[in-house]
């Protein structure tokens, strides 16, 4: 009798017993830790380049040889399935341990705590109702980054407070051609106001500072104008007053350079352009 060992990766070792007598050979394997064995019988001489094909005892060896692979990882997937539950259990205890162990309400609290810091209640909020903001400036609110969407703004001055330039603002995403609006970053401010006065647009009225540019601006946005009270507007060029304008005198006048001179155009009266 005859023992022999062999092993092919991947599948464990092999055992072989040959036993012989006078006409035959008797083979039997078993793979360690299978449930196949071989069992085969075979003449003798045996010359195998005599057949064309494998006989019966190849053949076997090569079905075993796959049945076994086959069991072996079979094997493999039951244990990496069991390594699968082990885990998954191991999550389903945790997230039960966790929300066992959890203070939601601490949480919301930490939650609304570090949005009430970082601004983005606010900014929640303000998407959803119409809150006012007020600004001294204009240029106070030009320069916030706390506008947003739906928010209602007013301004005490233009360049400082009760100079005349307050005014209410709606901050919108919506771009409106008859209105007029100031856009800033992807909004834009729409003015509200029905009393429309120069200072709103940047001018000074103090008969000092050249309110040319500023006064046009006003005049090019609005058709019905006020200018304040006892005002001194100060125009050093040509300006265009459009076709049914209406400005509303007060007390204020309007200054011009006249052949080096400073000369008044408009003093408490009204001034009507109805041309067509």
């Known amino acids: 009798m005859k023992e022999e060992k062999t092993s ?46 494998l006989n019966y005892y190849n053949l076997l060896c090569q079905l075993v040889d796959f049945l076994n692979k086959v069991i072996h990882d079979s ?39 570090e ?54 603002y709606y901050v919108t995403n919506i771009k409106d051609d008859t209105q007029y609006q100031e856009e800033k970053d992807d909004l834009y401010i729409t003015l509200l ?23 046009q601006i006003c005049l090019n946005q609005q058709k019905n104008i006020q200018l304040n009270k006892n005002k001194k507007y100060y125009i050093t060029n040509d300006i265009n007053l459009p076709k049914k304008t209406f400005i509303e005198g007060n007390r204020a006048t309007i200054y011009v350079d006249y052949k080096g001179n400073r000369e008044h155009i408009v003093k408490n009266t009204n001034w009507l352009d109805d041309n067509e």
């Open 8 to 53: 092919i990766e991947g599948i464990p070792e092999q055992t072989t017993t040959i036993k012989s007598n006078k006409n035959y050979i008797y083979i039997r394997e078993k793979w360690r830790n299978s449930p196949f064995y071989i069992f085969c019988q075979a003449n003798i001489p045996f010359i195998s380049q005599d057949f064309d094909g």
């Open 193 to 215: 106001n029905n009393d429309i006065y120069p200072e709103m647009f940047g001018c000074y009225g103090d008969g000092i500072h050249d309110d040319t540019n500023n006064f």
């Open 115 to 168: 949005m009430v810091e970082n601004g983005q209640l606010e900014n929640i909020l303000l998407n959803y109702t119409l809150t006012i903001k007020v600004f001294n400036t204009h240029q106070d609110m030009i320069n916030s980054d706390t506008l947003v969407n739906n928010m209602k703004v007013k301004t005490l001055g233009y360049y400082s407070i009760n100079d005349g330039g307050g005014a209410d």
């Open 75 to 113: 094997q493999l997937v039951i244990d990496k399935t069991d390594e699968l539950v082990e885990l998954y259990n191991k999550l389903q205890s945790y997230v039960e341990n966790y929300f066992t162990n959890l203070d939601v309400q601490e949480e919301i609290n930490n939650k609304l705590d």
